[in-house]
């Protein structure tokens, strides 16, 4: 409608805005809302398209972005008391093409504290809710962006994935959500967490949409060391006539066997199968063996990164500086103590807790027992994915153990939050990319979904088969209280 002069993009970012300021009370999706700057982008647009300058792929169209990627005119603080009010001098590779291409920066939304968490109930900043019901969570890290697009504020948002956390919340908030292959969009700009699973992406309500802002912000980068440097797919041409005829469905037999998993997710993945099945695709029983060991080797790698990653945050450098009492520094000296100090109060429980655990896993002693180990677990992982993919061309199943469970129920287990994990570590373990479609609805009108998972550089067949799913249902248009 844009293009054809219908609204202009000043218009669309004032219904943003104003739909942000209805819902944020709510919602808190969430950290910093950029309303002066995203409006004088809009006015910028206008004026050059009126000139009939050229505009950019996504001239004028709001996007949000997690608060884990810097940006250099908006703080960037990963939830974290640690980061509070930091404003980056640059901007993520991701975000820079995002203004590239003419996108509204919107704002920086909620997350789970520096992304450790499937819940969004560690943010310094308070939990966000999800949409299709205040008393559910909108799961996590990306919390904030699947809750904004969720609750119609806006079409596009960037979220991020170490564990499952583009998917998850997806999955929670009836979105679609895309994790890339690891090393397909640039990480340089995003604060990391766990360097080797950590991957940026796109989520929207469709595949369409995601595989639109797929194509702005993939692609090769020499600043970031792990970015592939492989030719660019047309992952929006992927959506455009999708047809699964002939395709290799493997349906992932461990998941859908799972003790933990609910019956309304086993009845959308076998609804799945059965409209893959009339579609033309072949269907085919896998097993991941050391699937079990996912969680585990998980909860041992992405910790002991976060480790080594979040040592620098120590009240020296920039950031959080916590200040030492004098006995403090009678008996530890002072930069000892402003260490301490710092870290203790500029970090959150759960942040806290994975440092310790990975601390605790590299040390010497027990590097060999845990670390090690989980290397190994992690490779026998990735080659049940590589012989999976020998026999089929992509792997089908769920996403999430539950439906979205409700705020709080899972704070004091943390055994509990990491399980709804269980389906989703593989793929960054493997570094695979991997989807995330609504994929029905609860008796009591909470989204499930289901997941698509493809070989290494595989975005675009699995791109294509979710948009035949999405052709084929509607559960992607359906939206919070209608």
């Known amino acids: ?17 104003a739909s942000i300021r209805a819902s944020e009370p709510d919602v808190n999706a969430f950290t910093h809302v950029a309303e002066e700057s995203a409006m004088a982008t809009a006015r910028e647009i206008d004026r050059r398209r009126s000139l009939g300058q050229p505009v950019g792929e996504l001239a004028g169209i709001p996007v949000a972005v997690k608060d884990v990627l810097c940006t250099r005119d908006m703080p960037t603080t990963c939830s974290s008391n640690m980061l509070r009010g930091y404003r980056p001098p640059y901007d993520a590779t991701v975000v820079k093409r995002l203004r590239e291409a003419d996108a509204v920066l919107i704002g920086k939304t909620n997350m789970d504290e520096f992304a450790m968490g499937a819940s969004t109930e560690t943010s310094a900043f308070g939990v966000t809710r999800n949409p299709w019901n205040r008393e559910r969570t909108p799961g996590g890290s990306s ?4 809750a904004t697009v969720a609750a119609g504020n806006l079409p596009l948002s960037l979220g991020t994935d170490t564990g499952g956390s583009i998917r998850q919340p997806a999955a929670f908030c009836g979105i679609t959500g895309l994790k890339p292959t690891y090393g397909r969009c640039s990480r340089y700009g995003l604060i990391a ?39 660019a797919s047309d992952y929006v041409n992927a959506t455009a006539a999708p047809d699964v005829r002939g395709l290799r469905i493997g349906v992932i037999r461990d998941a859908i066997d799972h003790d933990l998993l609910s019956p309304a997710i086993r009845h959308a993945v076998e609804l799945a199968i059965d409209v893959y099945r009339d579609a033309g695709a072949e269907i085919r029983d896998i097993r991941l063996p050391h699937s079990r060991f996912g969680v585990p080797t998980y909860y041992v790698v992405a910790p002991c990164e976060a480790s080594s990653n979040l040592s620098r ?29 710092t870290r203790a109060e500029g970090f959150g429980t759960e942040v806290k807790r994975r440092i310790m655990l990975g601390t605790y896993a590299l040390s010497t002693g027990y590097f060999d027992a845990y670390y090690l180990k989980a290397l190994k677990a992690r490779r026998l992982i990735r080659s ?19 439906p979205a469970f409700r705020l709080g129920e899972k704070l004091a287990d943390p055994i ?67």
């Not at 967490?193 to 692609?219: C, H, K, N, T, Y």
């Not at 049940?384 to 539950?402: H, I, R, W």
């Not at 389906?423 to 994929?439: D, E, M, Q």
């Not at 550089?457 to 035949?468: D, H, Q, T, W």
Request: glycine fraction near 10%; include cysteine; aromatic fraction near 8%.
């Open 384 to 402: 049940d994915y590589d012989a999976a993919f020998e026999q089929v061309d992509m792997l089908l199943g769920p996403v999430t153990p539950s």
């Open 416 to 482: 509990q939050m990491y399980l709804c994990d269980q389906f989703t570590v593989g793929a960054n373990l493997a570094g695979i990319p991997a989807i995330s479609l609504p994929g029905g609805f609860t008796n009591d009108s909470l989204p499930v979904a289901i997941q698509l998972q493809g070989p290494p550089l595989g975005e675009v067949p699995i791109l294509r088969a979710a948009a035949a799913f999405q052709k084929a249902t509607d559960y992607h248009t359906r939206r919070p209280g209608r």
């Open 193 to 231: 967490f766990a360097s080797s699973l950590d991957q940026v992406g796109p989520m929207a309500w469709s595949v369409e949409d995601a595989a639109l802002l797929m194509r702005i912000i993939g692609g090769f980068d020499p600043q970031d060391s792990t970015s592939l440097d492989t030719p």
């Open 313 to 341: 945050y120590d009240g020296a450098h920039y950031g959080f500086r916590g200040a030492p009492g004098d006995q403090e520094m009678a008996d530890s000296g002072p930069l000892a103590a402003t260490y301490c100090r």
């Open 1 to 17: 409608m844009q293009a054809a002069g219908e609204l202009t993009a000043e218009q669309i970012t004032a219904a943003a805005v």
């Open 143 to 146: 919390g904030g962006a699947a």
